[in-house]
Nanobody
Framework: QVQLIESGGGLVQAGGSLRLSCAAS????????MGWFRQAPGKERDFVAV????????WYADSVKGRFTISRDNAKNTVWLQMNSLKPEDTAVYYC????????????????WGQGTQVTVSS
């Protein structure tokens, strides 16, 4: 079992930055690839970014490539999502998730989810 708790969401103006954190407890974090997803009102939950177990590789949705950076520190049991140049369309609830797959980009590949943190970007 892995418990995930996101934090760092909030209200920011377009062009601003936020850093989301995901604190993990339970099993060793290095057992899992870690991903971030987001869900806007009335829309499906979408993949944002994933980082492999030891951080060697990362992948991003095209919509955030070049603006968002995923990182992790297994010793601190924490994963981050640095979000720069935020746009109103980035407004959503952001979730972190853990998966035993190598490079999971689909929600069904993830085994554990956090409760989410709201990010609102004003224009």
């Amino acid at each position: 079992q892995v418990q995930l708790i996101e934090s760092g969401g909030g209200l920011v103006q377009a062009g601003g930055s936020l850093r989301l954190s995901c604190a993990a407890s339970g099993r060793t974090l290095s057992n899992y690839a870690m991903g971030w997803f987001r869900q806007a009102p009335g829309k499906e939950r979408d993949f944002v970014a994933v980082i492999t177990r030891y951080g060697a590789n990362t992948w991003y949705a095209d919509s955030v490539k070049g603006r968002f950076t995923i990182s992790r520190d297994n010793a601190k049991n924490t994963v981050w999502l640095q979000m720069n140049s935020l746009k109103p369309e980035d407004t959503a609830v952001y979730y972190c998730a853990a998966s035993e797959a190598y490079r999971p980009t689909g929600g069904a590949e993830y085994d554990y989810w956090g409760q989410g943190t709201q990010v609102t970007v004003s224009s």
